[in-house]
């Protein structure tokens, strides 16, 4: 049995699994690496999963051998596939919800329902909200340069939802602005060819 514990820090989410042997890893992902979109997976009991394939495999072998052993009864390859239906019911029931993410080559999962439901919404919605921040704190405050990865950056943070689409605009005529030289003064510009 594994335990498994998340802890919301100022530039990352850190995660610690124990075992029940105490041996401990934990790794830190920086909220940079978050993905904003989440999947769901329903994952079964590998044990009921065993049982199953094995009883279904026992079913369709026997089907083949009914058909080229003529003393072999024709009944037996129903017996196992009517005794596969607990295992069945039994895997299907067995599985379990989970939500995650997938950063830095690893899957970080959550139980759908524990510790409740309303809990982990909260969770995720505080995750959210952090990593936004970190972002738009982190990305904002570091000057790229030239205007082109500068806006390459905007378009990023306004697709990660870290900025809404009307501070985007702001900040993208505030970009157009700064880099668009004021060719109303009065200096000369020239060259001079040999």
């Known amino acids: 049995m594994k335990r498994k514990r998340f802890t919301l820090l100022e530039d990352g989410l850190l995660y610690e699994e124990r075992s029940l042997f ?35 495999g026992l079913g369709v072998l026997t089907f083949i051998v009914s058909f080229l052993d003529p003393y072999t009864d024709p009944r037996t390859p129903v017996v196992f596939l009517i005794a596969a239906i607990p295992f069945g019911v039994i895997f299907y029931l067995s599985r379990k919800h989970f939500v995650g993410y997938n950063c830095l080559g690893r899957t970080i999962l959550f139980y759908k329902d524990k510790p409740s439901a309303q809990e982990l919404e909260t969770f995720l919605a505080h995750l959210q909200r952090r990593r936004s921040l970190r972002l738009k704190v982190y990305f904002l405050n570091v000057k790229t340069a030239s205007p082109t990865d500068e806006l390459e950056k905007l378009v990023w943070l306004r697709n990660q939802g870290t900025i809404t689409e009307e501070e985007f605009q702001k900040l993208k005529e505030s970009l157009i602005k700064r880099s668009i030289p004021d060719w109303t003064t009065d200096e000369t510009f020239g060259f001079c060819v040999n």
């Open 22 to 56: 105490l041996s401990r890893h934990e790794f830190k992902v920086p909220y940079e690496a978050i993905p904003r979109e989440m999947f769901e997976a329903k994952v079964s009991s590998r044990v009921a999963l065993g049982f199953l394939a094995a009883i279904l």
